[in-house]
């Protein structure tokens, strides 16, 4: 089933853009959404949750596959480098719905 981001409505914030992306402690990225909700990425979970497939199949991450060399807000992603040189691209709707916080997930 495909997590929903919340309905665009005119002259509100798209649910789906990120206002803000920076560091959470030393391992982690936080992203601020334009709707006010937060969405915290521990590393190696968001190097597990690489949309090209392969990361995800992996039985270990070395500490350089899952250390962000470079991270860039685009128009429509997110990319980060790896120190791997493996570059991830995280589409914002995508990079959304992997938010694992108690509000997204139904937990308590």
Known sequence: MKKTTGLK?????DPGVPG??????RYALGVDWADGHGS???F???RRDCPCGQCGALEALAPEMAW?????????????????RHASAYPYPELRALCRCAGCTGGH
Not at 20 to 25: F, I, M
Not at 69 to 82: F, G, H, N, Q
């Open 44 to 46: 190696d979970r968001l």
């Open 20 to 25: 803000d992306v920076h560091l959470v402690g």
């Open 40 to 42: 915290i990425y521990p």
């Open 68 to 84: 962000p060399e470079a991270i860039k807000k685009a128009d429509a992603e997110l990319r980060v480098t790896w120190a791997d």
């Open 9 to 13: 409505i005119l002259g509100q914030p």
